[in-house]
């Protein structure tokens, strides 16, 4: 009987070792799998959003708290910063992309799918973000070289005229 008990004991010691090094090793797996998830995946960054909102104050938009997913959504990469995006324009309306030389139908449906609807966006996007973005359409240079920002705030500019 104690013979059976120890048998017994023993099999219980080696079945938890091994269900410790198995957990373990799912454990690393599941680890890894999250890490490149948040490396591929959209990041929410609220500082941004906040800093934006500061800015915008005099925007030709009437600011509206949104919900947390749908937040505005930075996503980091090894090629610069993907610009703020929103998930769908404010308002319900986009910005003519086209007005601004240089964005044709094509690049104006690019930035439609990743969530640049607005001048406002392009006029404040960092070098970070326009590296990100020329990655993204594979054209290096293309955003400086047209000076996509300068014509971005001057439509931005005129948009505010236009509504007062």
């Given amino acids: 009987m104690i013979e059976i008990a120890m048998k017994m004991l ?15 090793i799912l454990g690393r797996i599941k680890k890894c799998e999250d890490i490149q998830h948040k490396e591929n995946n959209p990041l929410y960054d609220f ?6 909102n500061s800015e915008e104050s005099d925007s030709k938009y009437i600011e509206v708290p949104v919900s947390i997913p749908d937040a505005i959504i930075r996503t980091k990469s090894k090629k ?3 610009p703020i995006s929103y998930p769908a324009p404010k308002n319900g309306r986009a910005d003519d992309l086209k007005k601004i030389q240089g964005i044709g139908i094509k690049v104006e449906n690019t930035l439609y799918e990743i969530g640049v609807y607005h001048y406002s966006q392009i006029a404040d996007w960092s070098n970070d973000n ?12 293309r955003v400086k070289r047209e000076n996509w920002i300068f014509q971005a705030k001057a439509l931005t500019l005129n948009f505010d005229q236009d509504t007062i």
């Fill in 80 to 82: 610069g910063i993907k």
């Fill in 10 to 24: 023993l099999c219980l010691i080696i079945a938890a070792i091994l269900g410790g090094i198995i957990g373990y």
């Fill in 130 to 141: 326009i590296e990100w973005i020329e990655n993204h359409l594979n054209a290096p240079g």
């Fill in 47 to 52: 500082d941004e959003l906040q800093h934006q």
